[in-house]
């Protein structure tokens, strides 16, 4: 049996720019080869933190859950919206504390400091040791051509309109190298005052 990290497919990745995060993911649920949905949609959205889950579907669903519940619950205890940093670390602690029978995710982060407003993006193992970075991340079967991609567009400073064409471009051209992303791709372009989201279509093969 493959890696089941892989089994489904899927991709995401986040971009740093000046004042303003991206983050987008592709839109295929697959079993392998076989494509059974191209409305999967791998990015969820959690007060200021927006967290992009690649890996197998039926985990994917349980943690998008989890971390609702999570999340709904730190809002009432708390009385504030958690911020992306916290959001962070709850992902690492839920994940390693399933370690010995891990969820299999490779789940990645962002989203502005609602007080500094600043970026964060990180991303994370399956057992949850955090990734930080300042320029991207990746995640994914097709993760390899996305640093390919990354590492060529990416510039600092990006002002949101250009994260939005550098994350896009990146994503569709090494979604179309994999044969187990693709369909379709999603982004979120995240500044302090606004979230913009962007439907994309992409090849159908």
């Given at each position: 049996?493959?890696?089941p990290s892989s089994i489904n497919g899927g991709s995401v990745v986040a971009m740093v720019?000046?004042?303003?995060?991206?983050?987008?993911?592709d839109m295929r649920l697959g079993m392998q080869a076989l494509t059974i949905s191209n409305d999967f949609p791998k990015i969820f959205q959690f007060n200021n933190a927006f967290l992009g889950l690649t890996g197998l579907a039926t985990d994917v669903i349980t943690l998008s859950?989890?971390?609702r519940y999570k999340v709904n619950l730190y809002n009432l205890r708390e009385e504030r919206k958690?911020?992306?940093e916290t959001f962070a670390n709850l992902v690492s602690s839920t994940l390693y504390e399933k370690r010995f029978g891990p969820y299999f995710v490779g789940p990645i982060v962002a989203g502005i400091n609602s007080k500094s407003g600043k970026p964060y993006i990180c991303g994370f193992d399956l057992i949850g040791c955090i990734?930080?970075?300042?320029?991207?991340?990746v995640g994914?079967?097709?993760?390899?051509q996305l640093f390919g991609m990354c590492e060529s567009l990416w510039e600092?400073?990006?002002?949101?309109?250009?994260?939005?064409?550098?994350?896009?471009?990146?994503?569709?051209?090494?979604?179309?190298?994999?044969?187990?992303?693709?369909?379709?791709a999603v982004v979120?372009?995240?500044?302090?005052?606004k979230v913009v989201k962007r439907l994309l279509k992409t090849r159908q093969d």
């Open positions: 049996m493959s890696d720019g000046k004042d303003c995060v991206a983050i987008g993911c859950e989890v971390f958690i911020e992306p990734n930080f970075a300042k320029d991207f991340v994914g079967t097709s993760s390899d600092p400073d990006l002002e949101p309109d250009d994260l939005f064409e550098t994350l896009s471009q990146a994503l569709l051209n090494a979604q179309d190298r994999d044969a187990l992303s693709g369909w379709g979120y372009v995240i500044t302090k005052d």
